[in-house]
């Protein structure tokens, strides 16, 4: 009487099994292509110093790092795409491929201290500060940064004098306001590629999105951080805008937030 009940229990133990294994896979093609989008990113940059003031010698090795990597990278995303089509079979779900036709939009984000985040009709969004009932001027750009526990080792890894000592969430976020609020630090959206992404459909447009922390006096000091381009719970807000001032000089707008807590599409 009881075998069909327990063999109904047994499959979809089975089929939860295979479900975690290809989602365990799924993360780690994930840590892959960030690190190799981070050597992308560094590499791009510095060939584009080295056509300018570097030795052939130098072009050429900066050339084939570019190469080989840009090779990797479609070699995951094809992984990455087998991945996401078994769990498309095993979930019954959509297939996120990563194209821009598949991106949901959201309309209201909320995030762990009350903060509201709102799409605008003209592509940008807008802060509403719970704290202080401030509605902050809208921003140009939106990005999402991933917790520690999915970043934490890659940019550690990559980076361990400006993370040093890092070992969990509040740690690696201090590290990061210190560099947001820092007078000698400046920060650029950008590409895989290298290109710095202006508005929030340039952001949608690219392939892979870094927050790049640029120093004003040490270039050793520069660092990428892989980020999202669509929200989800858990990750940090990160927004930026530039604007003139009251000089009519150039003056860039920039915030880092709080966990997000609620999305509305």
């Known amino acids: ?55 052939e010698e130098e072009i050429s090795r900066l050339f084939d790092i570019i190469f080989h990597t840009e090779e990797s990278i479609k070699q995951q995303e094809k992984i990455l795409g087998e991945v996401n089509e078994k769990l498309h079979t095993l979930i019954g779900r959509s297939s996120e491929r990563g194209s821009v036709a598949q991106e949901r939009h959201f309309t209201e984000l909320t995030t762990e201290q009350g903060s509201i985040y709102l799409s605008l009709p003209d592509g940008r969004t807008q802060r509403f500060k719970k704290a202080t009932d401030e509605l902050h001027e809208p921003q140009d750009v939106l990005v999402f940064i991933p917790p520690y526990k999915l970043i934490g080792a890659t940019v550690v890894g990559h980076y361990p004098e400006i993370f040093k000592g890092v070992t969990n969430e509040d740690q690696f976020m201090q590290v990061l306001l210190k560099h947001v609020h820092s007078s000698g630090y ?11 992404l202006k508005k929030n459909q340039d952001v949608s447009n690219a392939e892979r999105v870094f927050l790049h922390f640029i120093s004003r006096s040490n270039p050793n000091d520069n660092f990428l951080l892989p980020v999202s381009k669509e929200p989800k719970l858990g990750y940090s807000t990160y927004d930026t805008r530039v604007y003139l001032d009251e000089r009519g000089k150039n003056v860039r707008d920039r915030h880092l937030g709080n966990k997000i807590v609620n999305i509305k599409y």
């Open 186 to 196: 400046t920060s650029r959206i950008v590409s895989n590629k290298g290109i710095e």
């Open 1 to 55: 009487m009881n075998e069909q009940p327990n063999n109904i229990i047994s499959i979809e133990k089975g089929r939860e099994i295979k479900i975690n294994a290809i989602e365990n896979l799924k993360i780690e093609v994930e840590k892959n292509l960030t690190e190799l989008g981070l050597l992308l990113t560094e590499a791009s940059e510095r060939y584009e110093v080295a056509q300018k003031f570097g030795s």
